[in-house]
């Protein structure tokens, strides 16, 4: 790897879209704060109730939409708060890691990872990681659409 | 009208505390809670994961905390101790005292400004076991609840030296207070519950096992090692050169189960196998490399699927069990290793080997406090260091309950399961005067805000102090948030939580005519309530608030990026803006609850709950399929550890026919429930005459369908030919003395067909064990003994489950006359027939050599099943069972008497073979559980809930599928098509019983079904609006 490569990689800041679902892997992002573990500021996190709300859709928009990377996490499989939501979720992201490489998108800007409550460790230490992974992989090749507020009127 | 005081007095906030707690609101009763530590939580808080289900402890544990701490009816006194308790039966004076914490309680934001500049360091942490340590000014943990710090008053340098005060001037909110004293606080009640807890001993304490060596750690110490938010953040670390410890002993019944030692504990802390497993499951799960060795006398695994769990630890981690113990540590200056020689019971040897870490499963035991109060309520304690069966009675008739370890030894859904019992009895006694002490709140009516309303936003941005501001421009952020487009107000301020600052948030949504709200500050999960509540009360629905946490996950996070995360800020409050614009106002639906329940099954669990039912008030249809009530119950003989024997169960059954209020359904089978909580419709059949049919409504259901012994078909050729001469453990006990054929040697064979693991193989042995048979075999020997006192009895056994103080005592005792021998699998034995008697060969474990001899009687102890219809019924019900068949509760630790499906309760065999006390606590908690639901007469359903568009809807049933409420039904309506009627299905959410958890809408096929407030518009702007927003597009529109 040239020298001037590998200093455009580090300069690229991913914009990188993390679901949480409200029980564990929120929490767990919380502790890392309480506790002061610091990571790259490269995330923003959409709290959901459960990490089984996810839709596939929601992680194509994203792409669709420019983000550099999607990032999923709930809890632990058998400590979801709703009985059994993750595991829909484990489910439905098998089929995503299969189905982003056939639209030219490299499958590992995706992730789905379990956080508990008292993990903030592991949180930061997942973020660090996968922005890595993601300067390392570079800019997503879809340009970045400005998003427009709008009212949903139905 | 009595004149009992409406109010309850709970002491010790741990989860047996919590929980009567939050059941006792409900109940209608109104709680102060004294916990003598700063924060609520107890030990299960310091906990990393619970058995069986390795389930993170603080996870379930903390909406727990937070529930508690946003009760109105709750007044929480933290840090405070109970002085003295006056007064009779529904009438009480306590006095507590409030120790000073030195922080104003109100004031303090948790910000942590104060431990940061506090010059005292090296505090030993208690809830880090004295693993780490912390300043003067400090808080137990980082979710402590209440969120409020204190400063350590022996410690402080202000306090015993004069000087300092850095934490008064470093403190923004302005809460240190040293002038603070302690308080003295004056409560009236009706009822008290105890639940203190337990403590364990520090390593120190046993120097014969080198407890004083850094790396020899108490299992409370290991827990917090291995916990995440521990002192090594969960890191494996040897405490002295900080490496990673390859091989580890877990020493079990440290100091207790010893009748001999003064300092030891004569009784068997009843949790430290499973806890000892699971730790070493954890540690294993860390480094699969480590080795675990678990030196125990015996395992007692005692509880749903607990002996299963303990075969895992074996067969999939490789976890090694030496039976046997440890009769000395010493230390290897030179290595830095533990040498530790213990007898191996096994292979009957003494063996020596070297160890990197010890962790000690000392005995647990009750805590000071708790002496205290049982001195103050003048009840003595038992040989065992807990209250007597005669103070505790003595107790319950001046409505003071014990539950948690307070009582005995027991673990947490016990635990869970006993405080819901303590308050379904207190519900009992005080059910006249429920209501009168809560506080219901009331607002002004709401300001409709209709979808076509242009959407008016207020934005107020917290600075925390300095631990927003000090990182975040927030004055930058609020000019960049006015910009953006119904972005009304924008302002800034230093605590967003502050009473003065809801009164802003109010003033901006009147002054400004707002119809959205965004609060950014900290995390939704402890603050959101607090400002949803704030903007109900000018007018506003709850439901249109969001708050962005621009603290915990960005301030704290990107402390040295302040641009970063000033644009990390702006990003997130346009991203949730998005949202709010497109929030809806939502509702609680009141659903009305039919205030009766059906219990289903009438032994002692379903008597049990009738009874509690019906005195808290309530219809009761109790339905049994046999003729006459009792159960299993009324044959045992005797039952002797608990305060009920056969007359009373005839006496209760008696009472439970007087009652007005009690229909009593025997020899009948329910055909038929429909509906949901509050609104079931039940049809019962008379077994004997099927056209007899009732139909009743009911609010609640408990299941309470108990189990029975299955039969062997192990040695039947054998058996077969004398079944005079062969009892099941129940049959024996059922059994008249005179009826039972003569006989000089008897044998009890435990363990029959269960228990199954890698040496007790074959088909048809349970993986499980039973609990009970170990119990009900000192019965049987009682029994047998009193037949025939000459009588040589031998009990075949593997391990003894007698965590139970009687039962050990009782055990003890028996030994004396009878012989109780070890087997390892019951293939093992080999049973023929010798004409009148029984001729007998096994292996014996300890001797390892084949014994030999002849008995008259054989009773055995082969597996407890769930009753023969529990499948049957687990399908009208709609609720899941496990995979022996016992029905499957809502969460085996936090809700071990509730089913996922709201209304709907279990107690007794039905959930899993049990001992009678057990059962009868769960009864009574099934009765307070379903009481809750009843005692308004409606319950308010979520505000975030599913629903569907009906014509988008095409029938198919996924969202039934995912649904893990059953709130969702597949409705058929007929319809005419031209000539043609068909049937077209259409998906319902039944409103009253879903949980808002989205699982259906993101799983629809077409779309059809959304979740209110996690829309799929709304996800989806949010998720545009990450990159930016296109302003000039908005302003053309």
Redesign the interface.
């Known amino acids: 790897m040239s020298k001037a490569k590998a200093k455009k990689k580090s300069e690229f800041?991913p914009?990188i879209?993390a679901f949480c679902c409200?029980?564990?892997s929120?929490?767990g992002?919380?502790?890392?704060?309480?506790?002061?573990?610091?990571?790259p500021?490269s995330i923003?996190?959409?709290?959901?109730?459960?990490s089984?709300?996810?839709?596939p859709?929601?992680i194509l928009?994203?792409f669709k939409?420019?983000?550099d990377g999607v990032l999923i996490t709930g809890?632990?499989i058998?400590?979801c708060?709703?009985?059994?939501?993750n595991e829909?979720?484990r489910e439905?992201m098998k089929h995503i890691k299969t189905l982003l490489p056939k639209i030219g998108i490299n499958p590992d800007r995706f992730r789905l990872e379990w956080i508990?409550?008292?993990?903030?460790?592991?949180f930061?230490e997942l973020i660090r990681e996968f922005t890595e992974n993601i300067q390392n992989i570079g800019p997503s090749k879809i340009t970045?659409?400005?998003?427009?507020?709008?009212?949903?009127?139905? | 009208m009595s004149d009992f005081h409406s109010s309850v007095l709970v002491i010790g906030g741990g989860i047996a505390g919590i929980q009567t707690s939050l059941d006792l609101t409900e109940l209608g009763f109104k709680v102060y809670l004294v916990e003598k530590k700063p924060t609520i939580g107890g030990t299960m808080a310091q906990l990393?994961k619970t058995f069986p289900?390795?389930?993170?402890?603080?996870?379930?544990l903390?909406?727990k905390m937070v529930e508690v701490y946003r009760n109105p009816n709750i007044e929480l006194l933290t840090y405070s101790y109970v002085k003295n308790i006056k007064g009779s039966a529904g009438n009480y004076s306590i006095k507590v005292i409030r120790k000073p914490r030195y922080v104003q309680e109100d004031l303090c934001k948790g910000c942590g400004d104060c431990a940061t500049i506090c010059p005292v360091k090296g505090i030993p942490s208690e809830f880090d076991a004295h693993l780490s340590s912390h300043g003067a000014a400090h808080i137990s943990f980082?979710?402590s609840v209440p969120p409020v710090y204190l400063i350590d008053e022996n410690k402080c340098l202000y306090l015993n030296h004069g000087i300092c005060q850095l934490c008064k001037s470093n403190c923004k909110a302005d809460a240190i207070d040293f002038s603070q004293k302690p308080k003295e606080v004056k409560i009236k009640v009706g009822a008290i519950v105890i639940a203190t807890g337990y403590e364990q001993e520090y390593p120190e304490f046993y120097s014969q096992l080198s407890g004083q060596n850094p790396n020899v750690l108490s299992s409370m110490q290991y827990e917090r090692l291995l916990?995440?938010?521990g002192p090594t953040?969960?890191e494996l670390l040897r405490f002295d050169d900080k490496k990673h410890p390859h091989k580890i002993g877990f020493l079990q019944c440290v100091g207790s189960r010893d009748f001999h030692h003064p300092d030891c504990k004569k009784y068997c802390s009843s949790i430290c196998c499973m806890s000892s497993a699971k730790q070493a499951i954890v540690t294993k799960e860390h480094s699969p490399d480590t080795e675990c060795y678990i030196f125990n006398t015996e395992i007692r695994a005692k509880g749903k699927n607990f002996y299963e769990f303990i075969v895992k630890s074996k067969e999939e981690y490789g976890v090694k069990y030496v039976n046997g113990s440890v009769a000395s540590v010493k230390e290897d200056n030179s290595s830095g290793k533990l040498r530790l020689a213990y007898e191996n019971i096994d292979k009957g040897v003494v063996e020596n080997d070297e160890f990197d870490m010890l962790v000690l499963a000392s005995a647990l035991f009750p805590n000071k406090s708790y002496y205290k109060l049982l001195d103050c309520l003048d009840v003595d304690y038992n040989e065992f260091g807990y209250i007597s069966e005669k103070g505790l009675a003595q107790c319950e008739d001046g409505f003071i309950f014990f539950t948690g370890y307070s009582s005995k030894p027991k673990d947490i859904p016990v635990a869970v399961a006993e405080g819901s019992a303590c308050a379904s009895k207190i519900s009992e006694k005080l059910h006249e005067v429920r209501f009168e002490n809560i506080k219901e709140v009331t607002f002004p009516p709401e300001i409709p805000v209709l979808?076509?309303d242009e959407?008016r936003v207020g934005v107020l941005v917290c600075q925390c102090g300095i631990n927003i501001g000090g990182v975040v421009n927030t004055t930058e952020v609020v000019d960049y948030i006015a910009s953006?487009?119904?972005v009304v107000h924008a302002e800034e301020n230093m605590y967003s939580c502050s009473s003065d600052s809801q009164e802003r948030i109010k003033e901006m949504i009147k002054e400004y005519n707002l119809n959205r709200f965004i609060v950014a500050s900290c995390?939704?999960?402890t603050h959101e309530p607090l400002f949803r509540n704030t903007i109900r009360e000018v007018g506003l629905n709850p439901f249109l608030f969001e708050l962005v946490?621009i603290?915990?996950?960005?301030s704290?996070?990107?402390?040295?990026?302040p641009e970063?995360?000033t644009?990390?800020a702006k990003?997130?409050i346009r991203?949730y803006?998005?949202k709010v614009?497109?929030l809806r106002p939502l509702e609680k639906i009141k659903v009305e609850v039919e205030k009766a329940s059906l219990v289903i099954g009438g032994g002692i669990a379903g008597i049990i709950s009738a009874t509690s039912l019906a005195n808290q008030g309530f219809e009761v249809y109790l339905v049994e399929k046999n003729p006459n009530l009792g159960g299993n119950a009324l044959e045992f003989v005797d039952l002797f550890d608990i305060p009920m024997h056969e007359n009373d169960i005839l006496k209760s059954i008696n009472d439970l026919k007087t009652r007005s209020n009690v229909h009593i359904l025997t020899n009948s089978k329910i055909i038929d429930i429909n509906g949901f909580v509050g609104n079931y419709k039940i049809t019962v059949e008379n077994i004997e005459n099927p056209s007899e049919m009732e139909e009743f409504k009911v609010g609640t259901i408990i299941v309470s369908t108990g189990g029975s012994q299955s039969k062997t078909e192990r040695w039947g050729n054998v058996l077969g030919k004398h079944p005079d001469r062969v009892f099941t453990q129940n049959q024996l006990e059922a059994i008249n003395d005179t009826e039972l054929p003569g006989f000089k040697d008897a044998t009890i064979i435990l363990c029959v067909d269960q228990r199954k693991n890698e040496i007790n193989l074959g088909d048809g042995i349970k993986t499980y064990c039973s609990n009970i048979c170990c119990k009900v075999a000192l019965k049987n020997i009682e029994k047998l003994l009193k037949i025939n006192p000459e009588a040589h009895i031998h009990v075949l056994y593997r391990e003894l489950q007698y965590s139970d103080l009687n039962a050990e005592r009782l055990w003890r005792d028996l030994r004396k006359y009878v012989s109780f021998e070890r087997y390892g699998s019951i293939n093992d034995i080999d049973i023929k027939d010798n004409g009148e008697r029984f001729h007998i060969q096994y292996n014996n474990i300890g001797a390892n050599c084949d014994i030999e001899y002849d008995s008259d009687i054989l009773v055995l102890a082969t597996p407890e099943v769930p009753g023969e219809k529990t499948k049957e019924l687990a399908k009208m019900l709609k609720v899941p069972t496990t995979k022996d068949g016992f029905f499957l509760e809502?969460h085996v630790k936090l809700r071990p008497i509730d089913f996922?499906t709201e209304g709907i309760f279990l107690c007794g065999g039905a959930h899993w073979p049990k001992w009678i006390d057990e059962t009868i606590t769960q009864a009574y908690g099934a009765a307070g559980r379903a009481a809750m639901m009843m005692v308004k007469g409606e319950v308010e359903t979520e505000g975030?809930t599913s629903y569907v568009n009906e014509e988008k809807c095409i029938g198919c049933g996924v969202c039934e599928t995912?649904c893990?409420?059953q709130a969702i039904e597949i409705l058929e309506n007929s319809k005419k098509v031209g000539l043609y009627e068909i049937v077209e299905k259409k998906a319902h959410v039944i409103n009253a019983v879903c949980?808002?958890?989205?699982?259906c809408?993101?799983?629809c096929p077409v779309g059809a079904i959304n979740?209110n407030h996690?829309?799929?518009?709304?996800?989806?702007?949010?998720?545009?609006?990450?990159?930016?927003?296109?302003t000039q597009?908005?302003e053309v529109d």
């Open positions: 800041e914009e879209l409200n029980w564990c929120y929490a992002a919380d502790l890392a704060g309480v506790s002061r573990f610091q990571y500021a923003r996190i959409l709290r959901v109730m459960c089984g709300r996810v839709q859709s929601f928009d994203a939409n420019g983000i809890c632990h058998g400590d708060h709703y009985i059994t939501g829909y979720t439905r508990s409550a008292s993990e903030g460790k592991q930061a970045k659409k400005l998003g427009k507020i709008e009212l949903d009127l139905k | 990393d289900t390795l389930d993170c402890s603080l996870c379930i903390a909406p980082p979710s916990s995440a938010n953040g969960g979808a076509e959407p953006l487009p119904y995390t939704p999960r946490n603290r915990d996950q960005d704290w996070v990107h402390q040295s990026e970063k995360a644009q990390k990003d997130l991203m803006l998005a614009v497109n809502a996922a975030i995912v893990p409420y949980k808002g958890c989205g699982a809408a993101a799983e979740q996690f829309t799929k518009f709304q996800i989806k702007k949010q998720i545009e609006l990450l990159t930016g927003i296109d597009r908005c």
